[in-house]
Nanobody
Framework: VQLQASGGGLVQTGGSLRLSCAAS????????MGWYRQAPGKQRELVAG???????HYAVSVKGRFTIYRDNAKNTMYLRMNSLKPEDTAVYYC??????????????WGQGTQVTVSS
């Protein structure tokens, strides 16, 4: 199973970006779990999570500005980020859990996509 994250970039304060993360490979069942981020010198933190039923939860720092959603048919998870702030600058990682075609349970991470917000 491979995850391909995309959509990061450089944006000014107040701007918007949409991150995508698509799962591919020998998949039996895949379930997107959430988006994390890691800023330089800081620990990785959960930004937004989503349940199998589609319910979302957010870190306090992004609530009201970020929206997580999924397209099950495409095995893809998204993070819409509005009203971006310089403190949102980080590498963003997507996280999935699931079963490979050989029924091996695994936790999968995307390669990370850089988001930089300039002031």
């Amino acid at each position: 199973v491979q995850l391909q994250a995309s959509g990061g970039g450089l944006v000014q304060t107040g701007g918007s970006l949409r991150l995508s993360c698509a799962a591919s490979g020998s998949i039996f069942m895949i379930n997107p779990m959430g988006w994390y981020r890691q800023a330089p010198g800081k620990q990785r933190e959960l930004v937004a999570g989503i349940t199998s039923a589609g319910s979302a939860h957010y870190a306090v720092s992004v609530k009201g500005r970020f929206t997580i959603y999924r397209d099950n048919a495409k095995n893809t998870m998204y993070l819409r980020m509005n009203s971006l702030k310089p403190e949102d600058t980080a590498v963003y990682y997507c996280n999935f859990q699931g079963l490979s075609a050989t029924r091996q349970r695994g936790e999968y991470w995307g390669q990370g996509t850089q988001v930089t917000v300039s002031s």
